[in-house]
Structure formats: structure tokens, C-alpha cells
């Protein structure tokens, strides 16, 4: 073991400073007094040390020191050098031939960032919507998971990993942080590099690790609307061998929205998680990893608020404003950002969401064999009102789950010969998903005259509709095995080949069981009938299996010491899915050819250049073309037993674009960041798409939107931010004060998977800003804002169960403020 300490030109302790054995991915960060801990297996070695505005310093050691050693960084302009661990192995993010966008610790807490709703705005070819945490949509460059409403039976493109565990559950990505060190967003297929497929990109997140070094920090913040937010972590060792960590965060903030009938606000925030951490160093070769997490929510939220009303093609009766003059009801409020509902169903979106993971480092020649080992789990129990009124429409809108997952990885990373290096693994994932104990649909006294579609005063038998309803049983249960690996040939020290494979092997079997309930109980066949054109019977039991060989290559080029390019030509794949929330009916009877849905095969050509202008500035460029042919996609249907869509295959669309990320360090302390994404993103071929809501009753229910642009895709969306500090004391302490802002753009955008000109979003921009004292250690004091100019913004619109015209809106928060206290030990 190494003990160091890392200081600056003034003697002072360097916290956070990045040690590292160079040509190894073995680092460590220094703690709160700049100390740090570092095992090699090898007694020489060379360590690098870098710190943001400090020069990069290299210290030779020819055997493993008695003593604690001393590291003194002298100050420079240069930009820290970010170090990333994506390719298995540590280098830095300059060298690495993919875009890559790092979002360090520090920023993430600074800038109020505690979950990927608001990393989003930090990294602009991210979106992420949310209607609730299951219906979650999470993509890069505008693809990975369908848009609008969630439907279990396919798996997502977009790669979610902590600390080298592959999270399932899309809902992982609504909760809060813990304790993270560092976020790699990584653009583009990546399937040779991870355990799962990552067809559209991946997110590989690095909580901080244990320490021999004992240290605690402690972090509370205040803000308005009832703002509370605690965090903590306490590491140190347990033995010379073992050391641990635990961390903990909570969340809480009173609701943004009113509901006038009950008067209680809701869309709060309840949140809490925790994190433990053993580390075991057996050997000089050998490191052993244990981790624990476990996070709930429960927020009385997710509201969704009634935002306009769209004329159908229906007949004049069944248009949303008669019916509701019918039936003597008006809204709350006609404007949104009145922020006010009169639901008559509570919103409930509950979940536990944890597991447990081993993961096993051991040196192996030139290379460390890995195993990552977990299991996970996640309980969901919501509840919905989606007719967003305060009618009693649909009384149930629910579907409580449970799911289950385990996944297993070994892999090689290092050197295989002389001036080839590279990775190669196996993979293996399985889930099941169940209802617990079943999801329901049930309608209440008004169903009747939003479900009329005839004249006929039959649809007024009182009682025909109340508590009649649907309840579903289902189970999804999957298998997905790989073979994958990546190699990187250095041709000449300035050309490099990189050629990766992928083999996989998916199963799944889906177990669908649909049964209606209650309502008025009668012989009559033509009242029967009218209940069974709302809801009816529908079972089903598909199993499918698929293999599928992908993979890429890479020409990376060092133009210059100071430019790197790359130009990569890769093909992905998105397995086989089920359809697991319904199916549509003709005649009566379920469609079962639209059970399964074919697997989607992308063809990806990217060039990039990534290059230093100066010696305190980078600045990145991409451009791309992504072409996917059975591309899955949601379809929302009038069927209010499918009202959460079913899945269907587009033939063919194509995603475009461009990227632009910069940052400069004027001096030590002036910086600005910057990045800009250009996405052009539609459908080459949908011939039987759904018609948009406006067309809702016209003589087709499909239509062909070929060449209409693909949802939740901004034309243009960009970020910039920039620090402003000064060295001084407070209270005695050294630090600094500071000043630190940035702004989130993103232009108009679909927010229906056939472009609506009712669901369409405005272009919003949003500004956030935070200043104060940085303390070097010891206690720093943070007031923040965000949403500065009180922005009115969607983020997401969704029409009304049915289809009856009016649609609902996802509301972006409005302007929030506070401070934050956090002390390091």
C-alpha cells in the first residue's frame, strides 16, 4: 500500500486530486486532507497526479515507500485532465475514439443535479421523460426506449450501469444520487464494450469507493415549496485489509400543484436511499468489492395537469368540451401553469428499488480479470387518474409490478500481444416481471358518455359502466446471454484499429390473462355488448427466441499530439419484444399477430475529432447517421384497454446530427463549458402508423407519416456554463468564493408518436445560477436558484384515456431556491 499526501504550491492540502498508476486503472481520489491509499501489485511503477489548474505531475517509484510520501502540484492553467474508465481500462477522456460527455461529482452536487431529470440539462444530447417512474423514457441522440407510455415487453437502448451493474428498470432513473464520484455519458452503440445491449448509448455512473483513510462529509439543503435535502457518507477502514463506506440521501419538498377539491398540494417529493460499501484486499493482485443499495419513493405525485382540448373527427357529441357540458362539469382552470387539478383519484407512485452486487478484480498477467455479480429488485405500487378530471371516468388506471433481475459478467481487460490491447467478456441477465397482483382498469359513473358512440339510449342504463373494469394478470419472463469483446491494434503509434464483435441470445415468454369485473350484471346482449366495446376478455401466451451477431469498427488517427480523430461504422441490435399491456381487437378478438414485435438492426457511421486548441481548452466535434429498420415504437389507441399503447415496428427511420462540446480555462479561476447538439431524427417508412389525436374518428385509423419526424427529438439543443472564483478565507478557513451559472436550451419538439399539432412542445430555456464559499476543508455554504426567469415549460403531453380530445401536460418546475451547507472531515 501506498499512503501519500497531495498538497499545492502553498503547502495546503489538494482534496479530490486524482492519483492514478499510469497504464492501469487503478486510481484513487484524495480525501478531505488530500491524503490517499493506492495498492499496486507491482513495487515499481510510475503514478500520475492531476488536479484541475495544476500541472499533471509523474512520480517514478522503485519500490513500494516505508512512509508516507508528499506530493506537491505546481499551478497551472491547464485543464484537469478527466479520466474515464468506459473501455475497461483508465485513460483519459481526450484519448478515448467515442463521444463522451463526463459529468464529475462536484458539479453534480453544486449545480442540484441529483438525478438524471436534471444531469439532462448538463449533457444536451440526453432526454429523458416521465410521466411517472415506470413510464420512463430514457435516450440518447433521440432513440433508446419508445415515447410516451411504458410497455414492459421491450428492453431499453440506452445502457444504465452503477459501478459496472446493469439497472433493468427504466425507474432507476428517477431516483435520487448517492454518493456518486463521476457520470460517463457515452453517444452512439456500444454493445462490444458492455454486458447488455446499448444499441443508442449508455450511462456508466461511479459512486465513490471505500477508503482506508477515515473521512465523513455531511450535506443539508433548505429551499422553497419546503425544499429539504440530506446527504452523508462516512468511510474508513475496518482492517488492514477491509475498508467500508456508507452513504445516505433523503429527499423531501412539498407538492407544485393544487388540488382545489381535496386542497392539498400534490407532485411532492419523498425520497430516501442508502448505500454500503466493503472493500477486501486479500492480495497485492486481488480486490474484492461488496455493495449494497436500497432507495424508495413516495411521493403523492405524479400529476398530470389538463393542458387544451383538440376537435376530433368525431361526431359533435362526442367531442370533450359537450361531453363535459353534458354531464355539468367544467375544469378547474383552462391554463396549466395555473397549476391547479380537482382530481377524484389519488396519485400514488410508490417504489422500492434496490439490490446487492460482488465485483471481483484480479491481476492476471498484463490485464485484470473481472466479475461482476448482482441482483436486483423492484416494487411498484401506483395509482393514476388518466382521465385528468375531476369525473368520474376511469376510477382505476393502475399496474402495480414487482420485478426481479440477476445478471452475471467476466471479463478480460489488457494487453493480448505486443501493441494489441483490448477487452473480451460474457454476459448474462435474467428477469421476470410480474403483476402483484394485477393491474386494473375500472370505469365509474361518467364512462357512459365518453365511451358513446352511438346515439342509441341504451348507453344510459344506469350503472351499465360503474366499477365495470378489467383486471390483468401477466408475466414476463427473459433470458440474454453475449459474447462480446473489442480490440485496439496500435498500427503505428499514431494509428489505431479497433474491431469489436457481439454475439446474443435472447428468451422470453409472456403469460397475458385480461378479465372483466363488475358493472351492471345483465342478460340483455345489447347491453353486453356495449360493455364489451369498452373492455372485453383477451388472453395469450407467446414464446420467442432470437440470435444476433453485431458489431463495429473503429480507425482512430492522431493527427496531430493535439488532435485525435476517429471515424467508426458499427451495427446494433434491440432483441425481440412482447407485447405485455394488450392488444388491440377487430371484431371482438385480440390482433395475436401483434403480440410479438421484431427486433430492431441499426447501421451507425460516426466521425469525430476531438482535439486541444490550447493547452487549457478542448474542444469536440461529431457528426453521425443512425439507420434502424424495424424500429420499436409505442402506439397509443383509442382501446381503453390498451391505454397504455401497444407495440408495433416502423419499417425504417433515420437519426442525423452533429455535436459541439467545448470547455476553456481562462486561469485558475475563470472557466466556461459549453455543448451543442443538432438531432434530425424521422421516420423513412411508417405506413400503418396511428392517426394523431386531431384525427381521432375519421374514416382510417391508421396512416402513413413517412418522412414526419420521430417523437421527443429537439432540432437543436445546447448548454453552456461557465465559474467565476477567487482564493480567500471564511470564517477563518481557506477557499474559495464563487460564482457559477448555466443555461439549458432545447427547441420545439413531437410529443406523440405520430406528430400532432396539438402535442406539440414549445422551445423553453432555462437558467440556472449558485454562488458562495468553497471551503479547502471544513464547513462551504452554497445559495442556489434555479429556473431563474420563472419559465413556463412542458415536458411532456399526453392525449386522455380514449381519445376524447383533451390531453394532459408533464409541467417542468417552476423557479426554486435555497441553500446548501456541506462540511468534509
Given at each position: 500500500m501506498i499512503k501519500g499526501l497531495v498538497i499545492d504550491s502553498d503547502a495546503l492540502p489538494l482534496p479530490g486530486a486524482t492519483v492514478v498508476i499510469k497504464g492501469t486503472e487503478n486510481f484513487v481520489i484524495t480525501d478531505g486532507d488530500g491524503k490517499f491509499n493506492l495498492y499496486s501489485a507491482h513495487p515499481s511503477l510510475i503514478l500520475q497526479v492531476n488536479y484541475v489548474g495544476y500541472k499533471l505531475k509523474e512520480i517514478q517509484l522503485s519500490k513500494v515507500p516505508d512512509s508516507e510520501i508528499s506530493i506537491q502540484l505546481e499551478e497551472d492553467a491547464l485543464l484537469e485532465e478527466i479520466l474515464v474508465t468506459s473501455r475497461r481500462r483508465t485513460e483519459t477522456a481526450q484519448n478515448v475514439p467515442i463521444p463522451i460527455t463526463v459529468v464529475g461529482g462536484p458539479l453534480i452536487a453544486d449545480a442540484g443535479a441529483f438525478n438524471v431529470n436534471r444531469v439532462k440539462e448538463l449533457v444536451p444530447s440526453v432526454q429523458l421523460y416521465s410521466s411517472n417512474p415506470r413510464n420512463t423514457t430514457l435516450n440518447i441522440r433521440g432513440l433508446g426506449s419508445t415515447f410516451g407510455l411504458t410497455n414492459d415487453g421491450i428492453d431499453p437502448g440506452v445502457g444504465f450501469y452503477v459501478d459496472g451493474v446493469y439497472y433493468a428498470r427504466p425507474a432507476a432513473t428517477t431516483l435520487d444520487f448517492i454518493d456518486v464520484d463521476q457520470i460517463e455519458v457515452l453517444r452512439g452503440p456500444q454493445g462490444t464494450l458492455f454486458g447488455k445491449n446499448t444499441t443508442a448509448g449508455a450511462f456508466n455512473i461511479t459512486t465513490r469507493q471505500a477508503s482506508f483513510t477515515p473521512g465523513a462529509n455531511f450535506e443539508l439543503s433548505y429551499g422553497n415549496y419546503g425544499f429539504i435535502q440530506a446527504k452523508s457518507s462516512i468511510t474508513g477502514p475496518l482492517s488492514k485489509t477491509v475498508a467500508a463506506r456508507l452513504s445516505f440521501s433523503g429527499t423531501q419538498r412539498n407538492g407544485l400543484i393544487e388540488n382545489v377539491v381535496t386542497g392539498r398540494s400534490v407532485n411532492d417529493l419523498n425520497n430516501l436511499g442508502v448505500r454500503g460499501q466493503i472493500l477486501f484486499i486479500p492480495t497485492d493482485k486481488a480486490t474484492?468489492?461488496?455493495?449494497?443499495?436500497?432507495?424508495?419513493?413516495?411521493?403523492?405525485?405524479?400529476?398530470?395537469?389538463?393542458?387544451?382540448?383538440?376537435?376530433?373527427?368525431?361526431?359533435?357529441?362526442?367531442?370533450?368540451?359537450?361531453?363535459?357540458?353534458?354531464?355539468?362539469?367544467?375544469?378547474?382552470?383552462?391554463?396549466?401553469?395555473?397549476?391547479?387539478?380537482?382530481?377524484?383519484?389519488?396519485?400514488?407512485?410508490?417504489?422500492?428499488?434496490?439490490?446487492?452486487?460482488?465485483?471481483?478484480?484480479?491481476?492476471?498477467?498484463?490485464?485484470?480479470?473481472?466479475?461482476?455479480?448482482?441482483?436486483?429488485?423492484?416494487?411498484?405500487?401506483?395509482?393514476?387518474?388518466?382521465?385528468?378530471?375531476?369525473?368520474?371516468?376511469?376510477?382505476?388506471?393502475?399496474?402495480?409490478?414487482?420485478?426481479?433481475?440477476?445478471?452475471?459478467?467476466?471479463?478480460?481487460?489488457?494487453?493480448?500481444?505486443?501493441?494489441?490491447?483490448?477487452?473480451?467478456?460474457?454476459?448474462?441477465?435474467?428477469?421476470?416481471?410480474?403483476?402483484?397482483?394485477?393491474?386494473?382498469?375500472?370505469?365509474?359513473?361518467?364512462?357512459?358518455?365518453?365511451?358513446?358512440?352511438?346515439?342509441?339510449?341504451?348507453?344510459?342504463?344506469?350503472?351499465?359502466?360503474?366499477?365495470?373494469?378489467?383486471?390483468?394478470?401477466?408475466?414476463?419472463?427473459?433470458?440474454?446471454?453475449?459474447?462480446?469483446?473489442?480490440?485496439?491494434?496500435?498500427?503505428?503509434?499514431?494509428?489505431?484499429?479497433?474491431?469489436?464483435?457481439?454475439?446474443?441470445?435472447?428468451?422470453?415468454?409472456?403469460?397475458?390473462?385480461?378479465?372483466?369485473?363488475?358493472?351492471?350484471?345483465?342478460?340483455?346482449?345489447?347491453?353486453?355488448?356495449?360493455?364489451?366495446?369498452?373492455?372485453?376478455?383477451?388472453?395469450?401466451?407467446?414464446?420467442?427466441?432470437?440470435?444476433?451477431?453485431?458489431?463495429?469498427?473503429?480507425?482512430?488517427?492522431?493527427?496531430r499530439y493535439n488532435i485525435n480523430t476517429f471515424a467508426t461504422y458499427s451495427t446494433g441490435y434491440k432483441p425481440v419484444g412482447l407485447n405485455l399491456g394488450g392488444l388491440p381487437s377487430a371484431g371482438g378478438s385480440p390482433l395475436l399477430e401483434l403480440a410479438v414485435i421484431r427486433p430492431e438492426a441499426v447501421q451507425h457511421f460516426e466521425l469525430g475529432i476531438k482535439s486541444n486548441p490550447?493547452?487549457?481548452?478542448?474542444?469536440?466535434?461529431?457528426?453521425?447517421?443512425?439507420?434502424?429498420?424495424?424500429?420499436?415504437?409505442?402506439?397509443?389507441?383509442?382501446?381503453?384497454?390498451?391505454?397504455?399503447?401497444?407495440?408495433?415496428?416502423?419499417?425504417?427511420?433515420?437519426?442525423?446530427?452533429?455535436?459541439?462540446?467545448?470547455?476553456?480555462?481562462?486561469?485558475?479561476?475563470?472557466?466556461?463549458?459549453?455543448?451543442?447538439?443538432?438531432?434530425?431524427?424521422?421516420?423513412v417508412s411508417f405506413a400503418n402508423a396511428p392517426v394523431p389525436l386531431e384525427e381521432t374518428g375519421g374514416d382510417v385509423a391508421f396512416k402513413d407519416i413517412s418522412g414526419e419526424d420521430l417523437p421527443g427529438i429537439s432540432k437543436f439543443a445546447g448548454s453552456i456554463g461557465g465559474e467565476i472564483s477567487r482564493s480567500g478565507t471564511l470564517f477563518e478557513k481557506k477557499g474559495k468564493t464563487f460564482f457559477a451559472y448555466d443555461v439549458y436550451y432545447r427547441s420545439s419538439y413531437s410529443s406523440s408518436p405520430s406528430p400532432s399539432q396539438y402535442l406539440m412542445i414549445n422551445g423553453y430555456a432555462l437558467t440556472n445560477m449558485r454562488a458562495g464559499f468553497r471551503a479547502t476543508e471544513g464547513t462551504s455554504f452554497i445559495f442556489w436558484v434555479r429556473n431563474l426567469f420563472d419559465v413556463n415549460y412542458f415536458e411532456m403531453l399526453l392525449p386522455g384515456a380514449g381519445n376524447a380530445g383533451h390531453y394532459a401536460g408533464v409541467l417542468g418546475d417552476q423557479r426554486t431556491f435555497g441553500i446548501t451547507i456541506r462540511h468534509v472531515m
Open positions: 474484492i468489492t461488496l455493495s449494497m443499495d436500497a432507495s424508495s419513493q413516495r411521493p403523492d405525485g405524479y400529476a398530470q395537469v389538463v393542458a387544451g382540448v383538440a376537435p376530433t373527427l368525431r361526431p359533435e357529441y362526442r367531442q370533450f368540451d359537450q361531453i363535459i357540458a353534458d354531464l355539468g362539469y367544467s375544469l378547474p382552470s383552462r391554463n396549466a401553469f395555473d397549476r391547479v387539478i380537482d382530481h377524484d383519484t389519488p396519485w400514488r407512485s410508490n417504489q422500492n428499488l434496490g439490490g446487492i452486487s460482488l465485483n471481483v478484480d484480479f491481476e492476471i498477467g498484463s490485464g485484470t480479470l473481472t466479475s461482476t455479480s448482482a441482483w436486483r429488485y423492484w416494487d411498484w405500487d401506483p395509482s393514476n387518474d388518466r382521465d385528468f378530471t375531476g369525473l368520474p371516468v376511469l376510477s382505476l388506471s393502475q399496474a402495480p409490478s414487482k420485478h426481479r433481475q440477476w445478471s452475471q459478467e467476466i471479463r478480460y481487460a489488457g494487453s493480448f500481444l505486443p501493441g494489441v490491447s483490448g477487452v473480451v467478456g460474457i454476459f448474462a441477465l435474467g428477469q421476470d416481471l410480474w403483476s402483484d397482483p394485477y393491474h386494473s382498469e375500472e370505469s365509474g359513473s361518467a364512462q357512459w358518455r365518453f365511451s358513446q358512440n352511438t346515439t342509441s339510449p341504451l348507453w344510459q342504463t344506469p350503472g351499465l359502466f360503474e366499477g365495470y373494469g378489467i383486471r390483468t394478470t401477466n408475466r414476463l419472463e427473459s433470458f440474454s446471454g453475449a459474447v462480446f469483446g473489442q480490440l485496439d491494434w496500435a498500427i503505428t503509434d499514431r494509428l489505431h484499429l479497433l474491431p469489436g464483435l457481439r454475439y446474443n441470445y435472447d428468451d422470453k415468454k409472456v403469460n397475458y390473462l385480461r378479465q372483466t369485473y363488475g358493472g351492471l350484471q345483465t342478460e340483455d346482449p345489447a347491453l353486453i355488448a356495449l360493455q364489451r366495446a369498452v373492455y372485453n376478455d383477451q388472453a395469450f401466451d407467446v414464446s420467442v427466441d432470437d440470435f444476433n451477431l453485431s458489431g463495429q469498427i473503429t480507425l482512430s488517427y492522431q493527427a490550447t493547452t487549457n481548452s478542448t474542444l469536440n466535434f461529431t457528426v453521425y447517421n443512425t439507420d434502424i429498420k424495424d424500429y420499436q415504437t409505442i402506439v397509443q389507441t383509442a382501446e381503453l384497454g390498451v391505454n397504455r399503447g401497444y407495440l408495433s415496428n416502423a419499417e425504417r427511420v433515420r437519426v442525423m446530427g452533429a455535436e459541439l462540446d467545448a470547455n476553456i480555462k481562462i486561469n485558475k479561476n475563470i472557466s466556461f463549458y459549453g455543448g451543442l447538439a443538432y438531432t434530425d431524427g424521422i421516420y
